[in-house]
């Protein structure tokens, strides 16, 4: 497979970066430091084309692939890893399953204008007592006549906080077992009565990405949100997941490599017994370590990307690329940390945001265990 990036992707990239560099970097640590949601940013990301990235232009998308996705969501998360996985939702936790499974109906109203940036949409999966095992959730919904009745809640919500729509699933079979039963509605989350947002979690890293609890109290949702077919939502669910794996793989990718180009850096101008720390054999092969998992972990994650583009199962791909590259990113961000010394551990320095940044890249979207229970699994399946 030829992982080589193409003129169109190289452009792309550099284009993004340069964006990047001007437009989100100056801003992200009064961001991180705020905790303020950046839906200026988001807009400015819009114009360019990168909150729809892989939807078709009939609605309102860039018509890219997914390797391209993945180079947005890496250069962005490069300066600000918030803004990185505030577009990752939006574009595969939120529009790629409207634009696997909506309806034309769905895609006019509830695609378009969030593959366009004009709203945000997010994901409404995990719940208090449902994580990892996102199969046993609560929230339930009846059908009533043209509308079905929604009742439960939903946490750590990323976008939620500034979302006008998500992908809520729900248990409209309570008898079915486990995962069985559940059915996936495109929800109005600021306008629908009964719907209810909490306040914006306060995080170690990702500080400004909205993250909430929404809840749903005899909230009536449209008989016509229903997105596929009744009790096929965890289908959809866990197709989403592989998608959304890419994404966090791309976001830790673009961590790591923030990180690692800020100890590159330092250890060049840094002197200590006379000389830049770089010529120190301690230094060099922190960053020769550094600079190999982040050349690994890139190419699972194009790797990735490209199977996704040619293959209708990718689980094993997106979960490898999602496992390596969510580590790899806390081992680089500890030690850019270590290079910086004690200025590593204050806030002036971006690598400290890094290093915050990169925790929950092993958390969300399935953690490590997770992913390696996926993986072992593919691989006995045969």
Not at 105 to 110: G, I, P
Not at 292 to 320: F, G, H
């Amino acid at each position: 497979m030829d992982m080589e990036l193409d003129e169109e992707h190289r452009m792309l990239r550099d284009n993004v970066r340069a964006f990047a560099e001007s437009e989100i970097r100056p801003k992200a640590a009064a961001y991180d430091r705020s905790r303020q949601f950046p839906l200026p940013e988001f807009h400015k990301a819009a114009q360019l084309g990168l909150t729809g990235v892989m939807v078709p232009e009939e609605w309102g998308g860039s018509a890219m692939d997914s390797l391209a996705y993945v180079l947005v969501i890496e250069e962005i998360s490069r300066v600000d890893a918030s803004l990185g996985v505030i577009l990752s939702v939006n574009n595969s936790l939120y529009c790629h399953p409207i634009s696997k499974f909506g309806t034309p109906e769905q895609k006019k109203k509830w695609l378009a204008p969030f593959a366009r940036g004009e709203k945000l949409g997010c994901y409404c999966l995990t719940e208090p007592d449902a994580g990892s095992d996102a199969g046993s959730l609560r929230t339930s919904a009846r059908r009533e006549k043209d509308r079905w009745i929604l009742n439960g809640s939903k946490v750590f919500v990323t976008n939620g906080l500034a979302a006008d729509a998500g992908i809520v699933y729900a248990k409209t079979d309570p008898a079915a077992p486990s995962s069985k039963g559940i059915s996936a509605f495109i929800v109005d989350v600021k306008n629908s009565q009964g719907c209810s947002k909490g306040k914006s979690e306060t995080k170690m890293g990702i500080t400004s990405s909205g993250s909430v609890e929404i809840v749903f109290e005899n909230c009536a949702v449209p008989a016509e949100n229903l997105l596929g077919e009744v009790d096929q939502g965890f289908k959809i669910a866990l197709h989403t997941l592989d998608g959304g794996r890419i994404g966090i793989a791309a976001q830790a990718l673009g961590i790591a490599q923030g990180a690692f180009d800020e100890a590159v850096r330092y250890a060049r101008e840094r002197k200590q017994f006379g000389v830049p720390i770089s010529q120190h054999q301690a230094i060099q092969f922190y960053l020769a370590d550094m600079a190999t998992e982040i050349d690994a972990a890139r190419l699972l994650t194009y790797r990735a990307a490209r199977v996704k583009d040619t293959q209708e199962r990718y689980t094993l791909e997106a979960s490898m690329a999602k496992l390596y590259a969510s580590e790899v990113a806390n081992k680089v961000a500890y030690k850019a940390v270590q290079i910086f010394g004690g200025y590593g551990y204050i806030n002036e320095y971006p690598v400290e945001r890094y290093f915050r940044d990169a925790r929950i890249c092993e958390l969300y979207e399935g953690t490590s265990e997770v992913q390696r229970l996926v993986i072992s699994g593919q691989i006995l399946r045969g």
